[in-house]
């Protein structure tokens, strides 16, 4: 089963608008990362933004912010004044703690954002 | 400021044929080193990671080796590509895995086996 569930597979806005990527995951460990990554298309996969389980401060970098709903286990990426570069294709990543051969980082299946100048 | 550099862009190989895909990474020692697949239209799955030199822990079983031959250096390989193995594959580092640390990436490999 997936442990990391992004329900849209695209999006798209304008320019200047808000947008907000939902994430769910599924987990029963205690201690957890959640991680935002963009793909580019040059290849280059960037990081973006954590929150940490423990955490119950609103993370945020930049234009980048979470929402992070712990008891619905889920964490959305809210991304403000959108520019057309923002254009690409967004992962969410859980990071658990787990058996030695678990422990690591699941992704999601990633969505993909156009945004129109 | 550390930097990771994969070797080739993109590779077109005949089914059977050998691979190999490198990843080099700057300004930082002992890194944790992962190589991570994407099928098309598929999520990232872990194949391999690396917490030193000459130890390498498979992940996901594809048929294909991974080896830390220094501290910096990663490589994927196989003697007899599958069709199978198209996809796109990321290299990553980060400080720790048992810890959570934020992974960096690679600017990625595309291997398209026909």
């Known amino acids: 089963a997936q442990k990391v569930i992004q329900v849209w597979s695209t999006a798209s806005r304008q320019e200047g608008e808000e947008l907000t990527l939902d994430c769910s995951y599924e987990t029963s460990q205690v201690l957890y990362h959640l991680f935002w990554y963009k793909h580019l298309l040059s290849g280059e996969m960037v990081f973006l933004i954590r929150q940490m389980s423990s955490s119950t401060a609103k993370e945020r970098s930049g234009r980048y912010s979470v929402v992070f709903q712990k008891s619905l286990k889920s964490i959305s990426l809210v991304i403000s004044a959108l520019q057309p570069d923002d254009s690409g294709k967004y992962f969410c990543?859980?990071?658990?703690?787990?058996?030695?051969?678990?422990?690591?980082?699941?992704f999601g299946k990633g969505t993909s954002l156009t945004v129109i100048p | 400021a550390q930097t990771i550099h994969q070797w080739p862009v993109a590779e077109i190989k005949a089914v059977g044929s050998p691979l190999s895909l490198g990843c080099t990474i700057k300004g930082k020692s002992s890194p944790n080193l992962y190589w991570y697949w994407q099928a098309t239209g598929g999520t990232l799955q872990q194949l391999f990671y690396s917490i030193t030199v000459g130890q390498v822990e498979s992940v996901v079983q594809l048929n294909l080796s991974a080896s830390r031959p220094k501290d910096d250096q990663f490589i994927l390989s196989t003697e007899k590509l599958l069709l199978s193995h198209s996809g796109f594959y990321l290299c990553?580092?980060?400080?720790?895995?048992?810890?959570?640390?934020?992974?960096?990436f690679g600017e990625g490999s595309r291997l398209i086996v026909v």
């Open positions: 990553a580092w980060s400080l720790n895995r048992n810890s959570g640390n934020t992974l960096y």
């Open positions: 990543a859980l990071w658990e703690l787990s058996l030695p051969s678990n422990t690591g980082f699941y």
